[in-house]
């Protein structure tokens, strides 16, 4: 791996999946609510966030950062860095296996590299603008089904019960013409999935920069197609993604009355 951004990207995660596999399934520490009293954020979360923040001032001290539980500075190289130090913290504080750390960078014109750690797994998804997608530096490619009645169709819900509300009349429209509805918990494992043929599909409104960020690139470089998708009540966009046979079906689906 000769990419200098890419190799922190993978250094930083790795770091910080082998900092949270410590702590993952002892007591939970330092429990706090964001935006809804189910929208958690914990002391795991914090740990992972300092650890790689500090290895991304000392290496790239001019980069720029946006991470999910707060850290951040301006960037004056152009680049900068967004990070999502535990993707499905809920899943972690319940001690179901099933969570990742996001890492990716950006420039003026998008994603440069984008990486999804899962140490549960010893699974880490890579992708650099324009050279494809690789998991444990195999390369991947997005699936080839063609029938949404035999997709598998990953998908996740909002903190806001209002936005909830409007995200059960989706997924009920979906259930009934796909294969089947995975729920797992982390928009950026389901994309990974994606990238590798796991899931057909995927869509989610709204989401985070931090969580799509890396998990789109990977997608794209995978061979699939990604949209913006609208969130219910003028939230943060997300995205609805698939194969290039599926995408249009799928977010027809999901967008159309």
Known sequence: ????????????????GALLVESFGGPARGVDHKSTPTDL??????DAEELILGLLARERPDDGVLAEEGGGRESTSGITWIVDPLD???????G???WCVSIAAADADGTIVGVVHNPNLAETFTA???EGAHLNRRPIHVGERSDLAGALIATGFSYDTAAREEQAVIVAKVLPVVRD??????????LASLATGRVDGFYEAPLEIWDKAAGVLLVTEAGGMVNELAAPLGLTPGVVAANPTLHGELRRLVTEP
Do not use: C
């Open 41 to 46: 954020v914990s002391d795991a979360d914090r």
């Open 88 to 94: 499905a913290t809920v899943n972690f504080l319940f």
């Open 181 to 190: 509805i995975r729920r797992a918990g982390s928009a950026a494992l389901d």
């Open 1 to 16: 791996m000769t990419d200098p951004l890419l190799s922190l990207a993978v250094h930083a995660a790795e770091e910080a």
């Open 96 to 98: 179901i296996p099933h």
């Open 128 to 130: 650099k603008r324009g």
